[in-house]
């Protein structure tokens, strides 16, 4: 009996460990079959690219998907005829996750090319050789020798590269650089780190030379010419036995960084200034306030501001803080005219046969928006005022990440109905990983501090307008 139990407990343990492998086995199939060759991705239609948000690689304006990783896979993509899905990573090291996974069928983010990445994974793309730059402000706080860190204060994130790499500059330079990683409860991206050097908040910060190019379009005042490190080579990643698709992008590759499209893709993201108007913190000119003029198109905002319920004179102040009236503009984004509408809204709002590059249509356009805002906030927010802030708000950042705001005012205790210290507080914290990441955040990573100082300068310029034309 005892010998027969021991053969009965033995078969068992064989079936159970046979039944286990071949689970195994079919788990592993499973998973293969996810990561789809160049043959199956043609023949879908479809190429999902995997990225994160991030304010180079891809972000949301104004309604519209943009950033350096996005408009290339694009362009691949249209080269191919395929249509693109994003599939967005929420940390660095889950990008190779959901690549391994089969979640994806490439990574367009900058990959730094590392030698144990290449067991599993193929480089290919547009390959970006970056280094390390000190950004500081051109006044008197400028150093001009890496040795002159002795002593200094650099903010820089917690676990990053440039945390790394700061450290070691201590070590090379036999001195003790003192790091931080927090300037207030929020502030701990390098993005806020930058924008705080600029505003002379703090003096010191470490990005990649891309990183910093891109915010030198947004502050003048920025130096970014000290090199702190060695250059570092990346590229996009697919999967090693994915060597068609590889090859594919790097064919397109060789061909796209000899169109000007390439040209124009790498002027926008890194040369172009991203000041616009909304830098400006003075008072628009007006041809004659004590005459009851403000601009030459002051009938066509007195005309298409009524169809809207709205004062023509904040119709105005929103023209003038996107474009200075000048119906010629078009910003680093493709916004165009007077009221700086992007492509696809001013499509979306125009009558067939409209030209938006007519002054008249690209108002009327505009008018036809800001309604379309105020029906999506009337349930939302009750009062009139606030709810007119989180309009302007809206035209200035795109509805998305206002709504992203109001989730986040409501989750961590603010009024979701107020903007001032609520709202328009909650929107600055869409700069932090920690809360662009949130589950009820869907829009991304956005600089905020634009939307918040743009919310107080259109009301500001209103006032002002009001305050100097007599009652009509």
Not at 86 to 111: H, P, Q, S, W
Request: charged share 25%.
């Amino acid at each position: 009996m005892k010998y027969k139990l021991l053969g009965l407990f033995f078969l068992f343990a064989v079936l159970s460990s046979l039944l286990f492998v071949g689970g195994c086995d079919r788990e592993k199939q499973r998973r293969k079959s996810n990561v789809r060759a160049w043959s199956e991705i043609k023949e879908s239609g479809v190429i999902r690219v995997i990225t994160m948000y991030n304010p180079t690689s891809y972000f949301i304006y104004r309604n519209n998907e943009m950033g350096y990783e996005y408009d290339l896979a694009k362009q691949f993509a249209d080269y191919h005829g395929l249509k693109m899905e994003i599939v967005t990573a929420n940390r660095f090291e889950d990008l190779t996750t959901l690549l391994r996974e089969g979640k994806g069928d490439v990574i367009a983010y900058d990959m730094p090319v590392l030698l144990r990445r290449k067991i599993l994974f193929r480089y290919c793309g547009p390959e970006t050789v970056t280094h390390q730059v000190l950004v500081q402000r051109r006044d008197t706080s400028k150093l001009s020798k890496v040795p002159e860190l002795i002593g200094k204060v650099v903010y820089v994130e917690k676990g990053s590269k440039y945390e790394l790499r700061t450290q070691n500059l201590g070590k090379e330079l036999g001195g003790k650089i003192t790091i931080k990683y927090a300037l207030n409860d929020t502030a701990t991206s390098i993005d806020e780190f930058i924008d705080a050097v600029a505003k002379g908040k703090i003096d010191y910060t470490i990005a990649d030379n891309l990183t910093a190019s891109l915010y030198k379009g947004f502050y003048k005042n920025l130096d970014i010419s000290m090199n702190v490190s060695f250059e570092q080579r990346s590229a996009w990643l697919v999967m090693k036995k994915n060597s068609e698709l590889a090859d594919s992008i790097d064919s397109w590759t060789l061909k796209n960084n000899l169109e000007k499209k390439y040209l124009s893709t790498m002027r926008k993201y890194f040369r172009m200034s991203k000041l616009g108007n909304n830098s400006v913190s003075t008072y628009g000119s007006a041809i004659s306030l004590k005459d009851g003029i403000i601009s030459p198109y002051d009938n066509l905002f007195k005309q298409y501001a009524a169809t809207i319920g709205w004062d023509w004179k904040l119709l105005a102040a929103i023209a003038y803080s996107e474009s200075k009236f000048d119906s010629t503009l078009v910003s680093w984004a493709g916004a165009k005219g007077i009221m700086q509408l992007m492509p696809q809204t001013a499509k979306g709002f125009s009558d067939e046969g409209w030209d938006t590059n007519s002054n008249e249509h690209n108002i009327a356009a505009a008018c036809r928006y800001i309604a379309s805002l105020e029906r999506s906030f009337a349930g939302r927010v009750k009062d009139r005022d606030e709810r007119l802030k989180f309009i302007i708000a809206s035209y200035n950042s795109g509805i998305g990440h206002v709504l992203d705001a109001i989730a986040l005012a409501d989750k961590y205790g603010m009024n979701p109905e107020v903007w001032d210290n609520n709202v328009g507080k909650a929107i600055l914290m869409k700069n932090n990983p920690e809360y662009y990441n949130d589950p009820v955040c869907r829009f991304g990573v956005f600089k905020g501090v634009e939307t918040s100082a743009y919310v107080d300068k259109v009301l500001g310029l209103y006032n002002y307008y009001s305050s100097n034309i007599k009652k009509e």
